[in-house]
Nanobody
Framework: QVQLVESGGGLVPAGGSLRLSCAAS????????MAWFRKAPGKEREFVAA??????SHADSVKGRFTISRDNARNTMYLQMNNLKPEDTAIYYC?????????????????WGQGTQVTVSS
């Protein structure tokens, strides 16, 4: 059974940093894709960043501030978030899929974590 477990969320002031982790168990996604999505109150879940064995992709709203990476030996994905803004406040979800040709549409991802809360105070 696949499990994705996020950690690293918390409360930080604007301009601060956090590093989120997503540990996968039950299978590896070395040849697939892993991603971060987020959902803010009153808004739809949105794509943040994704990583495959050959590339990374970041939403325009986080480019230059967030960096996605993965450690295949640990079967873990990370999201380094710098210069956080109040509008980054959301629940951040880890997603994974066997298909490396990922879509930014959340409905196309097969595996999800429970989410971790990130709150940025102004």
């Amino acid at each position: 059974q696949v499990q994705l477990v996020e950690s690293g969320g918390g409360l930080v002031p604007a301009g601060g940093s956090l590093r989120l982790s997503c540990a996968a168990s039950g299978r590896t996604f070395t040849t697939g894709a892993m991603a971060w999505f987020r959902k803010a109150p009153g808004k739809e879940r949105e794509f943040v960043a994704a990583v495959t064995w050959r590339s990374t992709s970041h939403a325009d709203s986080v480019k230059g501030r967030f960096t996605i990476s993965r450690d295949n030996a640990r079967n873990t994905m990370y999201l380094q978030m710098n210069n956080l803004k109040p509008e980054d406040t959301a629940i951040y979800y880890c997603a994974a899929d066997n298909n490396p040709n990922f879509q930014r549409d959340s409905s196309s991802w097969n595996y999800w974590g429970q989410g971790t809360q990130v709150t940025v105070s102004s």
